[in-house]
């Protein structure tokens, strides 16, 4: 098995993320790595195909405050040093490879939904960041 140096923990703030987290926190505690964590909002605009008759701004910025709060208060019940705590906007795959080589990251550990066929082993989110990422991926199977 790889040492591992910096882990990254990708988390979506749902209930299924304790699992992801008791994970990366076991796999930090072992290799005596920094952890770090990240969260991606997705624009609203893009979610919602810029049609929405209200100040985006100002709801893009609730969620955020939201989710740095939440991220936040699992960052400091972890019961491990979490390094950063870092909430990105964005596409998901996208702004978790960038931070993930900022941080020099050798592991991403994310969670997955098992299904069928190929996304028996990814779920969408899942599978944009295992292409393209530059270090060792670890799916944390969640659902069951």
């Given at each position: 098995?790889?040492?591992?140096?910096?882990?990254?923990?990708?988390?979506?703030?749902s209930?299924?993320?304790?699992?992801?987290?008791?994970?990366?926190?076991?796999?930090?505690?072992?290799?005596?790595?920094?952890?770090?964590?990240?969260?991606?909002?997705?624009i609203?605009?893009?979610?919602?195909?810029?049609?929405?008759?209200?100040?985006?701004?100002?709801?893009?910025?609730q969620?955020?405050?939201?989710?740095?709060?939440?991220?936040?208060?699992?960052?400091?019940?972890?019961?491990?040093?979490?390094?950063?705590?870092?909430?990105?906007?964005g596409?998901?795959?996208?702004?978790?490879?960038?931070?993930?080589?900022?941080?020099k990251?050798d592991?991403?550990?994310?969670?997955?939904?098992?299904?069928?066929?190929?996304?028996?082993?990814?779920?969408?989110?899942?599978?944009?960041?295992?292409?393209?990422?530059?270090?060792?991926?670890?799916?944390?199977?969640?659902?069951?």
């Open positions: 098995m790889s040492h591992y140096n910096r882990i990254l923990v990708a988390i979506d703030l209930e299924e993320s304790g699992v992801v987290l008791e994970r990366a926190k076991l796999l930090a505690e072992q290799n005596q790595a920094e952890l770090n964590l990240i969260h991606v909002v997705e609203v605009s893009y979610a919602y195909g810029g049609e929405i008759p209200v100040d985006i701004a100002d709801i893009q910025t969620i955020e405050n939201h989710a740095e709060s939440k991220l936040s208060a699992l960052a400091t019940s972890l019961g491990y040093p979490v390094n950063k705590a870092i909430v990105a906007t596409n998901t795959g996208s702004e978790i490879h960038a931070v993930a080589k900022d941080l990251t592991l991403i550990v994310i969670g997955s939904h098992g299904r069928h066929g190929l996304s028996l082993l990814l779920g969408s989110t899942s599978n944009g960041v295992l292409h393209g990422a530059e270090c060792d991926i670890l799916a944390v199977r969640l659902g069951h």
